[in-house]
């Protein structure tokens, strides 16, 4: 039995499963198997990363066919039931990790005794690497309520089922899974993974390249990505649950940062249909008056008229990133 399980869920990435499969093979850390999911990809990705894996014999790996495409959660639900590492690590297939990420964030895990441990990553363009927002730049340790805390106001530890490891017992022990047919499903699954966890560490190593393209489930914009905004909303609320009363500053910022970037999704849709032009705006008027609602300080700025200058209101918003805009916890609780 190895130390980590690694999922690889995947569909429809024959130009970068390469990248993804290479990185493992260089790990400098040797004691992981490998779970590939083939959501019954289409193209030559599982083909690519057979031959690639067939021609070593230090890594154990296993290919878990689906009967029919389930998706991103179903796949990674998949590889949880069959893992037999100690530890579980997901990885999507389009993207690719350091040669030391398990090394390092074992060695933290081991040395803190921590269910979780977290790592820096990279977003990765076509010609530039950016360092992502919020990376650490030395070791934090994180009790259960700083974790969920730090993860809901976006700062030190982020979402993303990925750059991290997990104690398996915190899925099997908790029967916790990934809410299948939605986007944003790691949102409320990494809340209730931090709810359980007694701590959390988040460590200044960049192990984890996440490749930015078009054609990724996060860059599409259709009605069911816009609509899954507020799923992803209530399905956090839930996994909360009675311990929501602990974290309502915290709650109330992520409805805000979500309204945010919804709205800036729905002023710059296009749509040549009147019909669904109306629509468009209509759901942006709505998402506005919500967060004016949160925002009571700029109600005299996000008027519900019709004619609503959304255009100028995204530029507003834009500014109000991460290191400049300052609702933090003790403002909000003065909402």
Avoid at 41 to 66: C, F, G, V, Y
Avoid at 242 to 253: L, M, Q, S, T, V
Wanted: aromatic residues 12%.
């Amino acid at each position: 039995m190895s130390l980590i399980t690694v999922i690889i869920p995947v569909y429809n990435v024959e130009l970068y499963i390469g990248e993804c499969i290479q990185s493992l093979l260089d790990q400098s850390f040797g004691d992981f198997d490998i779970v590939i999911i083939d959501d019954c990809s289409p193209d030559n990705s599982i083909t690519i990363a057979r031959e690639m894996l067939s021609q070593q014999s230090q890594i154990r790996w296993t290919i878990i066919k689906h009967k029919k495409n389930g998706g991103l959660s179903a796949s990674r639900n998949t590889g949880i039931k069959v893992a037999e590492g100690d530890y579980l690590c997901f990885i999507d297939s389009d993207d690719w990790i350091g040669k030391d990420m398990f090394s390092e964030l074992i060695k933290a895990a081991e040395h803190t005794q921590a269910d979780a441990v977290c790592c820096n990553y990279y977003l990765e363009y076509e010609k530039r690497s950016v360092e992502s927002f919020g990376g650490v730049s030395d070791e934090m340790i994180f009790d259960t309520a700083e974790a969920v805390s730090e993860m809901l106001l976006c700062r030190h530890l982020v979402f993303s089922a990925w750059a991290k490891i997990y104690r398996k017992s915190l899925f099997t022990t908790w029967k916790i899974e990934y809410p299948v047919g939605v986007y944003y499903e790691d949102v409320p699954t990494t809340t209730q993974l931090f709810l359980k966890a007694r701590k959390v560490v988040a460590i200044p190593y960049y192990g984890y390249h996440y490749r930015q393209r078009g054609g990724s489930i996060m860059a599409q914009k259709n009605a069911k990505s816009i609509s899954d905004y507020f799923v992803m909303i209530q399905n956090v609320e839930n996994a909360l649950g009675e311990a929501k009363g602990n974290f309502e500053a915290e709650f109330e910022y992520l409805k805000m940062d979500t309204y945010r970037q919804l709205l800036q999704i729905l002023v710059s849709s296009n749509h040549d249909d009147k019909s669904k032009r109306q629509q468009t705006f209509d759901l942006a008027s709505d998402v506005a008056k919500k967060l004016r609602n949160i925002l009571n300080l700029y109600k005299g700025y996000l008027k519900p008229a019709k004619r609503l200058k959304l255009r100028m209101l995204s530029n507003q918003f834009s500014y109000w990133n991460y290191n400049n805009f300052s609702l933090t916890k003790t403002i909000l609780k003065k909402l």
